[in-house]
C-alpha cells in the first residue's frame, strides 16, 4: 500500500481544498425549517445514540424503514469479521419494499417515473404500473428457469425497463449484475463469465444524444468470444427496432416474454444477507471485482439516506442524472427512490444534446426539486455555457430546485460556487456525497438542513459511521495531517465480499496492517483543524478518476499490452480540468520508436483498441512513445516520475536509483 504522500491525487489542491477556503455557508434557514434532520443538534443527536448503542441504533433504523417479512433477531454478526452479517435472520424482499409497500401506503396512483426520452418524449409511470410491469417481467423470468440466487446480466440503457429488469430479478431473489452499456464486449464476457450468469437482459440499441447504439449486437459478440456456456437465454427489449440477429432457442424478445404473464408475483422472501447484486469495479489490478451487496442492510441504507442526505418528502421531483450501470444508478434511481415512494425524472439521453441547457430544460420541464449530479457534468456545463450564453441555467426556469447534491469524485471550489450560486440561486444546499461502490451509499456528506457547507468539503460522517483518518500504522492522525481513509466499524450497507474472491476482499479492504479491522477505502483525506471536515485527496491505489469514472491504471496497461504491438505499458492519470483526471498512457512498442504522424497512427489505433478492449471510457486522452520506461534498477517501473512528465512538469525529484535517466526526455511529448 502506498503512503498518502505519494498519493495521485486527482488535481486538486489539496492545501487550498482543506485547509485555506475558508467560505462557509449555512443550510439555508427555511430549508433548514423543514428538513428531515434539522440542526447540528438533530445530526449529534443521532451520532450519540450511535455511539450509546451501536447495534441498537441501526435496528431502530432497520425497523423503522423496511419492512420484514420475518423480523430480525441478531443485528450485527461480527463472528467471522470482516465477513460481518446483519439481520442474518430476517427476511424481507426488496421489490416488495420498493413497489408493494407503496401500493399499500396510498402511492399506487403517484408517479414513480417520468421517463425523459433522448427525444425529449415523457413518459409517466404510476407505482401500480411499475409493480405491474415488474411482476410481469419477474413471471417471465421465472418462465425462463431462472431461479433464487441465478445471477443474470443487464446490459441496458437507461430506461424504465432497465429498472425493472433490476426489480423483476430482486423479486425472484436472483443477484443481478449491471454493466455499463458503455462498456465492451470484452468487458461484458468477463463480467458474465466471473459471475457464472444464466442470462442477459439486454436492449436491441440504446439512443443517445441522438444517434442509435448497438446493445444486443455487442451481446451477441461477447457470448461469441466463448466461456460463456452458464447463458441460457438473452432476453432482448425493442428500444429502436434496428435491424438486430436473433439465435433461435437462445433470444427472447421481452414482450414475447412478459405479455401474457400474470400481474401478481408473490415475492421471493430472501435473508436479510443475501445477495442482492453484484456490480464489477475497478480495482488496483488488471481484473475488475464483483463487489458483492446483500439486501436487507443494503436496502436500508438506500431508504435512509434518501431521507437524511436528499431529505426526500412526497411532493418531490427527484433526479440523479447516473446510469443505472454504476452504483449510484442502483441505490439513487433503482433502489431508494422507490424505497422512499419518490417521484423520480429518468433521462435517457445526455447533457448536451441537443444543446448544453438540457439538464436545466429537464428540470423546469419536470419541476425537479432534488438534482443529483457529478462534478464532471458541472465543469462541462460551466464551459459549454460561458461559449454560448444560451445554454447557461439563468435562461431556463429552474427556480423549482431547492437541493442539490454531487458525487464521484472531489469538486473544486470554483465549480462548487458556480453550481451555488447559477443552480441554486444561493438558495439551495449542495450535498457533496462521498461514498464507493463498496459503501452501497453515502458515507461522508452534509446533511442539507443542519451541515454548514464548505466548497471542496464532503465535510462530516452520516451518523454511525465511524470514519477516521490513520497513518500507515493504523493511527489516528491529528486533524490537518493528511493519511489514510478508514471506516473503523461494520455498516449495514457495506460490501459483503468479493464474488468468487473472498481472499482478495479480506487482503484488500481489511488489510492486517490495520489489525483486519478497519475497512480501507482506498482513498487519502485530511480533515480541517478547526471544523474537523473531511476532505478528500484522492486515491492512494492505482486507480483513476475521470469524468467520476473509477478506472484501473492495471486494467488499462493489461489492455494495452495485448495488442500486438504493444511491448510494455505504464499509464497514469493527469489532472484535467474537466474530467478531473485523465489518462495518459507511456508506451514501448515492439517495432523502433514512431515519431511524427506514424506515432499519431499508432497512437489513434492503440485509443481505438483499448475502446475496444475496455469501452471508450478507458481510451487515453494521451499516449507517448518511448523506447523504454523509466525503471529502478531492480525494474520497477517509477511511476511517480510518468505522473510529473504527464503534468509537463520538470522534475525536481531524486533520479539516483534511475536506471535509465536519458528516457525521461525522450517521454516529454505527446503523440
Ligand atoms: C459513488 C461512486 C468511488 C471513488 C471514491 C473516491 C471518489 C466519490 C466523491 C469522491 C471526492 C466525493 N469519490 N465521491 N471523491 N468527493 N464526493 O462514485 O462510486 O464509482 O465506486 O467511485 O470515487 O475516490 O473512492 P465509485
Known amino acids: 500500500m502506498n503512503a498518502p504522500s505519494t498519493a495521485q491525487g486527482t488535481g486538486q489542491d489539496t492545501e487550498h481544498q482543506g485547509l485555506v477556503e475558508n467560505r462557509i455557508f449555512a443550510p439555508p434557514a427555511p430549508f433548514a425549517a423543514q428538513a428531515a434532520v434539522s440542526g447540528m443538534e438533530a445530526y449529534q443527536a443521532l451520532c450519540a445514540e450511535a455511539e450509546r448503542d451501536y447495534e441498537g441504533f441501526w435496528a431502530r433504523l432497520a425497523r423503522e424503514n423496511i419492512e420484514w417479512q420475518m423480523p430480525f433477531t441478531r443485528t450485527l454478526n461480527e463472528d467471522n469479521a470482516p465477513f460481518y452479517k446483519w439481520f442474518e435472520d430476517g427476511k424481507l424482499n426488496a421489490s416488495y419494499n420498493c413497489l408493494d409497500r407503496n401500493l399499500k401506503n396510498g402511492n399506487a396512483d403517484k408517479t414513480a417515473i417520468i421517463f425523459e426520452a433522448d427525444d425529449g418524449t415523457v413518459t409517466n409511470v404510476t407505482y401500480k404500473a411499475l409493480h405491474e410491469k415488474v411482476c ?108 438486430i440477429n436473433f439465435k433461435e432457442g437462445r433470444d427472447i424478445w421481452l414482450s414475447d416474454l412478459v ?175 462521498f461514498w464507493q461502490t463498496e459503501t452501497g451509499g453515502h458515507m461522508i456528506t452534509p446533511l442539507p438542513g443542519a451541515t454548514p457547507m464548505v466548497p471542496g468539503s464532503c465535510t462530516l460522517p452520516l451518523p454511525g459511521i465511524m470514519a477516521a483518518i490513520v497513518d500507515e500504522a493504523g493511527h489516528d492522525v491529528p486533524n490537518g495531517q493528511g493519511g489514510i481513509l478508514v471506516v473503523k466499524r461494520p455498516w449495514p450497507s457495506m460490501i459483503r465480499t468479493i464474488w468468487n474472491n473472498p481472499e482478495r476482499f479480506k487482503a484488500g479492504y481489511f488489510p492486517e496492517e490495520f489489525g483486519g479491522r478497519y475497512y480501507l477505502a482506498g482513498d487519502g483525506a485530511i480533515r480541517n483543524k478547526d471544523t474537523s471536515y473531511f476532505t478528500i485527496t484522492g486515491r492512494i491505489d492505482d486507480v483513476l478518476n475521470v469524468s467520476g469514472h473509477r478506472m484501473g491504471t492495471m486494467e488499462i496497461e493489461s489492455a494495452l499490452v495485448a495488442n500486438p504491438l504493444v511491448a510494455e505499458a505504464a499509464v497514469v492519470g493527469k489532472p484535467d480540468d474537466t474530467t478531473g483526471e485523465s489518462i495518459c498512457a507511456f508506451v514501448v512498442l515492439k517495432q523502433a520508436r514512431p515519431t511524427g504522424e506514424e506515432a499519431k497512427k499508432l497512437a489513434t489505433e492503440l485509443r481505438n483498441w483499448v475502446g475496444k478492449e475496455i469501452g471508450p471510457i478507458a481510451k487515453p486522452k494521451e499516449i507517448r512513445f518511448g523506447d523504454n520506461l523509466p525503471k529502478t534498477r531492480s525494474g520497477k517501473i517509477m511511476r511517480r516520475l510518468l505522473r510529473v512528465l504527464a503534468k509537463g512538469e520538470a522534475i525536481t525529484q531524486d533520479v539516483s536509483t534511475l536506471e535509465n535517466p536519458a528516457i525521461l526526455e525522450q517521454l516529454k511529448e505527446s503523440a
Open 136 to 243: 410481469k417481467f419477474a413471471n417471465g423470468l421465472k418462465s425462463l428457469g431462472i431461479k433464487k440466487g441465478d445471477r443474470v446480466v443487464i446490459y441496458m440503457s437507461m430506461s424504465v425497463e432497465g429498472v425493472a429488469a433490476m426489480q423483476a430479478c430482486a423479486r425472484i431473489g436472483a443477484t443481478h449484475s449491471v454493466v455499463f452499456g458503455g462498456f465492451s464486449a470484452k468487458s461484458l464476457q468477463e463480467r458474465i463469465i466471473d459471475a457464472g450468469a444464466v442470462a442477459v437482459i439486454t436492449n436491441d440499441e440504446q439512443v443517445r444524444g441522438g444517434k442509435q447504439l448497438p446493445l444486443k449486437a455487442i451481446v451477441d459478440e461477447a457470448l461469441a468470444m466463448g466461456g460463456c456456456d452458464t447463458i441460457r437465454n438473452v432476453v432482448v427489449y425493442k428500444r429502436t427496432g434496428g435491424a
Open 259 to 433: 405479455d401474457q404473464q400474470s400481474a401478481e408475483c408473490e415475492p421471493e422472501w430472501v435473508e436479510a444477507e443475501h445477495p442482492l447484486f453484484i456490480l464489477y469495479t475497478s480495482g488496483s489490478t488488471g481484473t475488475p471485482k464483483g463487489v458483492q451487496h446483500s439486501t436487507g442492510g443494503y436496502l436500508l441504507w438506500a431508504a435512509l439516506t434518501m431521507k437524511w442526505t436528499f431529505d426526500i418528502k412526497p411532493d418531490d421531483v427527484y433526479w440523479c442524472t447516473a446510469d443505472i450501470g454504476w452504483v449510484t444508478g442502483h441505490t439513487y434511481i433503482t433502489y431508494g427512490p422507490t424505497a422512499v415512494g419518490a417521484t423520480q425524472l429518468i433521462f435517457e439521453g445526455i447533457p448536451t444534446y441537443p444543446h448544453a441547457g438540457r439538464f436545466w430544460e429537464n428540470v423546469a420541464k419536470h419541476k425537479v426539486t432534488i438534482f443529483y449530479t457529478a462534478p464532471t457534468a458541472i465543469r462541462s456545463l460551466i464551459k459549454a455555457s460561458d461559449g454560448d450564453e444560451k445554454v447557461h441555467p439563468k435562461n431556463f426556469d429552474i427556480s423549482s430546485l431547492r437541493l442539490l447534491g454531487t458525487v464521484g469524485e472531489p469538486i473544486n471550489p470554483e465549480a462548487w460556487m458556480w453550481y451555488y450560486r447559477n443552480v441554486g440561486r444561493e438558495q439551495c444546499p449542495i450535498v457533496d456525497t
